[in-house]
DNA sequence: TCTGATTATGAAAACGATTTCATGAATTCG
DNA sequence: CGAATTCATGAAATCGTTTTCATAATCAGA
């Protein structure tokens, strides 16, 4: 593999004019631009990325954690970032938390060790307390979870006003009997807000939640069907059902239909996301705009990067929408 | 941000001590140890990965290419991936190729400029010819694809298999008229391999395949319901669909039952993956062991960086299973 | 014609880590 | 007892790029 060394002795000039015409700088006449390219042609030199990186104290790496690559949401959000990313001549590297803290830990020294110029988390394992130090080493931008103290960019949703819009649907269907399914995620804000929304849709509608309507730990397909096997040994099972997502919507109604109760008379089931999932199996659901928070926050990112201030808190929220189907 | 030079500093010892420690090599007294350590931990000091790669000639990265993460198939695969490279203190660039052959030889730049130790592709845009060039910079394996001429490792599906036994299947439920539909993907040796298995299992039976029971560029939820739209305006439909995936398979399947058709009675359906959608669909698949190859390919792909030994061709080759449910 | 600015090119330093080679002390073995 | 080996520590080189500073030639304006 050629060096710039080589490049600059088979051109016969030195290794700063052969930098100079690697990187476009001025005073090297077109004769000496000539040889440089065609010496770099010959011995099929490109530059070396870790001098570079050295050098130039710059990656062009940004990290994005999310807690399963598997999960739609996640999967849309993070097929937005790498192309927004690779259109500016970033790349992505994809950290898998597991909903882990520890592993969420081990990938925050990338940014510590200078592996990446930044970060984006879509979900939040940690408490902010011991993020933030980390904030020194390059800019952090959240995306999709939320943190009242963080003082980086955030890009979310309105989940209070989604937990509510989604159960005032639910009420105005003309159901009194409510159930809550989450994914129990203790660190997540988004949970923690979409219930707070659907408490207030509830008691402004002077509805009751007993405890026993309350699902816990769904996350997916499977998490659902369990769900309904739970919920359908209840004496006094909930008529509807409010749940985190698109998945765990549809396996509830999957195992529903499966043991003949008919969606929605006998219980109607609400998901979130708007994934195609949802349109194949006629859930209702809240959409959320994946496009959009993904491309804001890789812009946010990128800005922060180069700009290279210091990190101030900002927000960027966006709406959520109602679809409704026949799961309602 | 301290540097090894700021630790020797502080411990009252040169550098190459300091990094002795770091690295664990011996010949240090236990006591220059604990001074080193001390001066670590004051200094916050981490070493420096740029720095690091440009001395060690390592970045501990590996690129993976999938045309969309998005595609469950796809998202399922680098899921298992990043949790293997991870395990081996590796990270994982995600490149998304888009299907597109400029996209690809974008990214195996990674590998020329020595961003990336080795590459994974588990879609292949290019011509092996053009891709070739690039084993001199380091290794490539491929996962999913296959190609005759690669001196790589391959870690692949018999798809010729997969093709066949999805099809006898139609043909043992009793369908003579089969319809094949595909992404229509032209350098895929997957979907070229599939046909292969199709229309043997057809000539077996001494069954014909109609030029407009073919339907191309058949890739996600929403080409599977204009597949449909296509098929039910034929005269002459085909009582049975062979597909590439659980998302065309299931949009068929949708459009079909919005149209007041009875799957399968009047319509068939056969998909691939046997994704969680596939069970919510009730979709009779072709089951691919995903974790297996994913797993046994990165397994590869750091046993090729270590080793640093040239290419050699090997071909790992796993089965497929067929999973009957309701829509055959 | 002279002076200051611009142009053209190159040597050395810098980025930060790790390895190679050097030096001297201590230990071991014949 | 002396030679060889091992142990302990450090200086310099190395990895490969880019920038800073130096030098000389050319140009433009007063």
Redesign the pocket.
Known sequence: ?A???DVAKMAG?????V??V??Q?????E??KRLVSKAMKELNYV??SS??R????QTETIAVYVPRITNPFFSHLVEVMEKEAAKKGYQLILCQTSYKKEQERSFLELLKTKQVDGLILTSIENDWSEIEPYLAYGPIVVCNEYSDSAQVPLVFLDQIEGGYIGTKHLIEQGYTKLGYCTGDHKSSRVAHDRRIGFLKALNEAGLQMKDEWYFGGAYSVQDGKNTFETLRNLEDPPQALFTGSDEVAAGIVKAAGDAGWNVPQDLAVIGFDNQPLAELMELTTVEQPIESIASQAMGLMIESIKSKRASVRKEVILPLKMIQRSST
Chains 1, 2 share one sequence.
Do not use: C, D, G
């Open positions: 593999m060096t710039i060394q000039l030195s290794r700063t004019t930098s100079r690697i990187n700088h001025p005073y090297v006449t004769e000496k530059p070396n001098a570079r050295l050098r130039r104290q």
